[in-house]
């Protein structure tokens, strides 16, 4: 038997002991729904975006596990970043993961010519990298195809190292004086921190982690919100239809490395 989804189970009042009848009612009109990237999310849908390249998460992988290669699609009005299963020998499909000794795992896709045309879109500094949490739908004009969405617009903004921007191909310049002074400072921070952790380990005392890595939220998230109100909280996205391929519109299958 299917298992049926948490909004849709029944409950039995007599495993709570008290009758139905009895029980308080409450309105969650008014009410936000908790974003999940304000609490720990290793085990969500993950993809990262860095200036050269992007990387989808192994729990991405794990939830999809007959798919090796995908299309990636990009919703330029809603700025949504979606994928959907393909074949390999399908036009403009890229491999996700790697496949070795029966395992499937995350692999990193090159692509600075496609991240570039992410970034400006997005309006991002490419001396970070970003994280946004996905989820899945089903394509509108057929259920039987699931997909995965990212919306760009809640990407968490992750400070890249010296060394990892050099390796990502950035130059300074591209990220600003005011933002480099900032992740200088921040990388100042770190390597104190590792030196003092350093110094207690050789002297056999605690170790203590006094700075930890802290993403920068979305501006629009505000300081003073939990999230989304109930009454415009959408657990499912409204996937949009998927043209084909020639058509023009807001949505693109990115292409293969040639084409970027």
Request: hydrophobic letters at 35%; charged letters at 35%.
């Amino acid at each position: 038997m299917a298992r049926k989804k948490a909004r849709e189970q029944e409950f039995d009042t007599l495993e709570l002991e008290v009758p139905k009848e009895d029980l308080p009612r409450v309105s969650l009109e008014g009410c936000e729904i908790v974003r999940r990237q304000f609490l720990s999310h290793l085990k969500e849908n993950i993809l990262t975006i860095r200036p050269d390249g992007i990387q989808f998460n192994n729990a991405c992988i794990t939830r999809m596990p007959d798919v090796r290669y995908i299309y990636l699609i990009i919703d330029r009005s809603k700025r949504w970043f979606i994928i959907s299963a393909c074949d390999e020998d399908d036009k403009d499909g890229q491999r996700w993961c790697t496949f070795k000794h029966g395992e499937r795992k995350s692999r990193k896709i090159q692509g600075k010519p496609f991240c570039d045309r992410i970034y400006s879109m997005m309006g991002w500094n490419k001396g970070y990298g970003y994280k946004i949490c996905g989820t899945f739908a089903l394509q509108v004009e057929d259920e039987d195809k699931l997909l995965m969405v990212f919306e760009l617009d809640e990407a968490e903004a992750h400070a890249m190292s010296s060394k990892a921007r050099a390796y990502a191909g950035v130059e300074d310049i591209e990220v600003g004086a005011e933002e480099l002074a900032k992740l200088d400072e921040l990388e100042k921070k770190r390597q104190a921190d590792r030196e003092q952790r350093a110094a207690a380990k050789a002297a056999g005392e605690k170790i203590i982690r006094r700075y930890r890595k802290r993403a920068v939220l979305p501006q629009q998230w505000g300081s003073d919100t939990f999230g989304v109100p109930v009454e415009e909280h959408k657990a499912k996205a409204e996937v949009p239809h998927l043209p084909a391929r020639g058509d023009s519109g807001d949505l693109f299958i990115a292409s293969d490395n040639r084409g970027w």
